[in-house]
Structures are given as C-alpha cells and as structure tokens.
C-alpha cells in the first residue's frame, strides 16, 4: 500500500524559509513523477513543483521559480520542496503526490496523479 507523508510545515514570518519532506513507501518510485501541490482556503489544487523520481528532472510554477526547490533522495525514498523567501500568498495546505505514469507533459495537472499524502499546513505571516 502506497503511503506519502508530509512533515515540516508550520508557521513562519514573511523572508523566512521551510523545508517540506515526503517520506514514500509501500512500493518502488523509480518510474513515478512525484509532484508537490498546494490549496489555499476557498481555492483550487495549485500545482508547485514536480521532479522525475528516476532522472531528477524537474520543474516549477513559474510563480515559485527561484524560490522553491524540488528534490529527491532515492535512499531514503523522500522527496523535498525547500521554500525561501515565502510570502503571505504562500499559505496553503501543501500535498505530496505520486504519478505512476511518470515523467511527461501530464506532469502539472493534480488529475494524473494516483497517490496523495494527508498534507501539511504552511502559514506565513506578515
């Protein structure tokens, strides 16, 4: 059975950084896309960041670029998404996904993916 389990949100003020992890388990990632989401209070799913569990290859919103970073470590079956000079805007329930499609055009689209952890509450104040 596939879990993902988010840790690390919390509150910061504005300027100030986290570091979000994903724990994986329950099978093997190497063919999967795991992607980083986020939802806002009375919004829709926000895609974040994704990254190629097998290449490393990645990509961001363009909204975050520069400011988040994704990342992976294939040992111990966790993913990152370091945040940096978060923002008020940034506040959000943050999900860790799993896409067994893996790696393609689908990658920023909530729908592909098959997997979901329980998320983590990210508040940033003024």
């Known amino acids: 059975q596939v879990q993902l389990v988010e840790s690390g949100g919390g509150l910061v003020q504005a300027g100030g950084s986290l570091r979000l992890s994903c724990a994986a388990s329950?099978?093997?990632?190497?063919?999967?896309?795991m992607g980083w989401f986020r939802q806002a209070p009375g919004k829709e799913r926000e895609f974040v960041a994704a990254?190629?569990?097998?290449?490393?290859?990645?990509y961001n919103a363009d909204s975050m670029k520069g400011r988040f970073t994704i990342s992976r470590d294939n040992a111990e079956n966790t993913v990152y998404l370091q945040m940096n000079s978060l923002k008020p805007e940034d506040t959000a329930v943050y999900y860790c996904?799993?896409?067994?499609?893996?790696?393609?055009?689908?990658?920023?689209?909530?729908?592909?993916?098959?997997?979901w952890g329980q998320g983590t509450q990210v508040t940033v104040s003024s």
């Open positions: 996904a799993a896409d067994q499609a893996g790696w393609g055009p689908w990658t920023g689209d909530p729908e592909e993916y098959d997997y």
């Open positions: 329950g099978r093997a990632f190497n063919n999967y896309a």
């Open positions: 990254i190629s569990w097998r290449s490393g290859n990645n």
